[in-house]
């Protein structure tokens, strides 16, 4: 990929990109990690929509993985309730198998493994959001399936749960974080309308990165 600069700063190419997500897609949703780079793109994201399409619903999707540091949880939890009344808020809490490099015996760990709640590293969440196996509207997850697997499923299912119309999942992935984050945007194959920070996941499922040409210090 060659670089291109523009006339106008990445900011401005962001707000471009939104105008191009809420007019193409009728569902959007926000993966959120807790990370500086997801928590950025949601406020943007909030406030866009406010401006633009107050009427536009916006759904935030947090994948919990367990034992994560106690400040993320925490500002996880502030943004949740901050917010929950102005999106559709989905804190998943679901067993699901995660790679692990601590154990030369066993490839994968399961955060939340309902078989070994004594081994939670913390209590499971107690909010109205929280999806564990109690409650788990998500009928495209698979017991113990990969993290990855969980995260593209969600998609499927928040499609059919929306009418099954074109549905959009936003990250806040950059390519000047890793050179295969770098590559991911080079594959052409599976883009949206020639723009290389858009790409499928499944049928009307699509996955968008309009952070993708910022770097840390735009952040």
Known sequence: ???????????????????????????IYVSFSGGKDSGLLLNLVLDYRNKYYPEKSIGVFHQDFEP????????????????????????????????????????????WDDKKQELWVREMPKHEYVINLENNPIRTYRYKMHQEDLAKQFGRWYRVAHGTKKTVCLLGMRADES????????????????????SKQFKDVWCASPFYDWSTNDI
């Not at 770098?182 to 020639?194: A, C, E, H, R, V």
């Open 1 to 27: 990929m060659v670089r291109e600069y523009l006339e106008q700063n990445v900011y401005e190419a962001l707000m471009d990109r939104f105008k191009l997500l809420f007019e193409e897609f009728d569902n």
């Open 68 to 111: 994560q540091y106690t400040v993320t949880t925490e500002y996880i939890e502030r943004t949740f309730e901050k917010i929950k009344d102005q999106v559709e808020p989905y804190w998943v809490c679901l067993p699901m198998a995660t790679r692990t490099a601590m154990s030369s015996y066993e490839m994968f760990w399961y955060p």
């Open 179 to 198: 050179l295969q984050r770098y590559s991911g945007f080079l594959n052409t194959k599976y883009n949206y309308k020639d723009e290389c920070w858009i």
